[in-house]
């Protein structure tokens, strides 16, 4: 697959996969470009380093030392977006920080490797990363709060890895899919928002 309509797709899939969850998007995207298969490569410029195998293994120790940090020191994977404080959620801010920061590096290193401008994909990845968190947090932060057992808890979080790999898997095979899943997480955010609105709408209503 060809031309700038699949590379833009492929660029905004795998982002809005890292906005899930970064690391097995990018490990498997690191993977496909070093045995430059299925379209996906990062080239040999500024963004080779995506497919190197010191970069995956960074991705590797970074992703043990998240999953360490979440069940031996306790500490909540996502930021509440209904008004939790980064400050009191420190790996949550730093995997919030490491999805965009990922997801703008797939986006940028896809468009680069195809010879067109990189730096669109900076802000697009950006955009996309964020409108999957904006459009999965409040989710998984109900689904959290309703679970007693702390262990099906922390599960979420296996599952929201699978979640960002298979994503990312498919938009790899069929690079258009990237659209499907932006435009499915943007009807997501719009939901999740309009609930919000009607929650609060009717808490008004019984105040009064």
């Known amino acids: 697959m060809n031309g700038i309509f699949f590379y833009i797709g492929l660029g905004a899939g795998l982002a809005a996969a890292c906005g899930l ?4 998007p990018v490990l498997l995207a690191g993977a496909l470009g070093s045995a430059s298969v299925l379209g996906v490569a990062f080239g040999h410029g500024s963004f080779h380093f995506l497919q190197a195998g010191w970069w995956l293994l960074v991705v590797v120790v970074v992703l043990v030392i998240a999953y360490g940090l979440q069940l031996l020191g306790r500490l909540a994977p996502i930021i509440d977006p209904s008004g939790g404080s980064a400050r009191s959620e420190p790996l949550a801010a730093s995997l919030t920080g ?5 997801g703008a590096l797939m986006f940028a290193g896809t468009l680069a490797a195809h010879g067109d401008a990189w730096w669109p994909g900076l802000l697009g990845g950006l955009l996309a990363a964020a409108l999957a968190q904006r ?25 929201l890895d699978a979640a960002a790999l298979v994503l990312a898997a498919l938009v790899a095979l069929l690079h ?4 499907v ?20 709408a009717g808490l008004r209503i019984l105040r009064r």
Do not use: N
């Open 181 to 200: 899943l932006v435009a499915l997480l943007v009807w997501f955010a719009w939901r999740g928002r309009a609930r919000a609105d009607e929650k609060y």
């Open 98 to 102: 490491l999805g965009l920061g990922a």
């Open 176 to 179: 258009p899919l990237g659209y």
């Open 21 to 24: 969850r970064p690391f097995l």
């Open 135 to 159: 459009a999965s947090w409040p989710v998984i932060v109900r689904a959290r709060s309703r679970l007693a057992d702390r262990a099906a808890r922390e599960a979420l979080t296996v599952y």
